[in-house]
Nanobody, 118 residues
Framework: VQLQASGGGLVQAGGSLRLSCAVSGRIFSLNRMAWYRQAPGKQRELVARITSRGFIDIATSVKGRFAISRDSANNTLHLQMNSLKPEDTAVYYC?????????????WGQGTEVTVSS
């Protein structure tokens, strides 16, 4: 499975960006797709996750501002980010995992950088 993220950039506080992630390869019907982010000097954290059944988890820090969606027909994951804040500045990574032998087998995209200026 390969993931290709795009859509990052520089935006002013209060602005919006839309990230996309194209997922290709052998995709299991039951899976999860997610966006993580890692700010300088901080650990990588989950931003939002959506399962193949449509269940969504969103981090409290972005709830009400970010929305995750997936286009199952095209195996594309999106993250709509509104009302961006300087603290949203980070490298954003798309992530895919599927059940495997009682655990989860996961894959990462290359990351796309988001910079929010104050």
């Amino acid at each position: 499975v390969q993931l290709q993220a795009s859509g990052g950039g520089l935006v002013q506080a209060g602005g919006s960006l839309r990230l996309s992630c194209a997922v290709s390869g052998r995709i299991f019907s039951l899976n999860r797709m997610a966006w993580y982010r890692q700010a300088p000097g901080k650990q990588r954290e989950l931003v939002a996750r959506i399962t193949s059944r449509g269940f969504i988890d969103i981090a409290t820090s972005v709830k009400g501002r970010f929305a995750i969606s997936r286009d199952s027909a095209n195996n594309t994951l999106h993250l709509q980010m509104n009302s961006l804040k300087p603290e949203d500045t980070a490298v954003y990574y798309c992530h895919y995992d599927e059940p495997s032998n009682g655990s989860w087998k996961d894959y990462w995209g290359q990351g796309t950088e988001v910079t929010v200026s104050s």
